[in-house]
């Protein structure tokens, strides 16, 4: 089983490398957490305690509105720190929306009092922190923009590209979700390709069938 440093060495080589005292006993109050699939990390109005980098596994942080319809915001991997987290503890603020893992998860979750203190005192977390922070924000931001400004035509296309397989294993409902849509509109236009040719639809699955006439589509809009 690997230890602790070993872990950081390799998930987050610059912590081990940069050599401060203040990220040494950063990395030693670090407390490894697994949390099985489909558990919920945080939920939306409760208070943030903790800075979470993860390891392994995927965290999908999401809204829900009061009729119950979901949209994901963005998913959080290996490697990377949770967004809504550090505004959090940067503002003070409570989360605004939920999140659970999609898999098994690893992190390490450092607590509010050694982040603040190494916040305060380290250059190399102070900039760790932030480049991450707006890295993601730059994300979540573009995300949002192409909920806003972009049809569910354009969307869905993309969505499909991205998961760079033949064969997608997702429910109209979950890619709803991730499109930030409803499920009756995801399947309208999910349909409408199926007519074109595009994909195959069979439960639980969308195969591509013609990925050129996808990828015409979201050039079309650009």
Request: proline fraction near 2%; glycine fraction near 6%.
């Amino acid at each position: 089983m690997l230890k602790h440093k070993d872990l950081w060495a390799m998930h987050f080589p610059e912590f081990i490398q940069c050599g401060e005292s203040k990220i040494d006993s950063l990395m030693e109050s670090a407390i490894l957490v697994n949390i099985p699939a489909g558990q919920q990390v945080f939920a939306s109005g409760s208070q943030c305690e903790n800075y979470l980098l993860l390891l392994k596994g995927s965290v999908k942080t999401q809204l829900l509105s009061e009729n119950g319809r979901e949209m994901l915001l963005y998913q959080v991997r290996p490697g990377d720190s949770c967004v809504l987290t550090t505004s959090c503890l940067l503002s003070g603020d409570y989360y605004p929306a939920e999140a659970y893992t999609e898999e098994d998860t690893s992190a390490f979750v450092i607590s509010s009092h050694a982040f603040y203190r190494c916040l305060e005192q380290s250059a190399f977390f102070r900039e760790f922190v932030f480049k991450n922070f707006a890295a993601r924000l730059s994300h979540v931001i573009g995300r949002l923009g192409e909920v806003v400004f972009e049809g569910v035509d354009w969307r869905l296309a993309k969505e499909l590209l991205s998961a760079n397989a033949e064969v997608l294993k997702i429910t109209h409902q979950e890619m709803a979700i991730k499109l930030g849509s409803a499920r009756e509109v995801v399947s309208r236009n999910l349909k409408q390709f199926e007519e074109k040719g595009w994909v195959k639809l069979s439960r639980g699955r969308v195969t591509l069938l013609d990925k050129n006439a996808l990828k015409r589509l979201t050039r079309s809009k650009e």
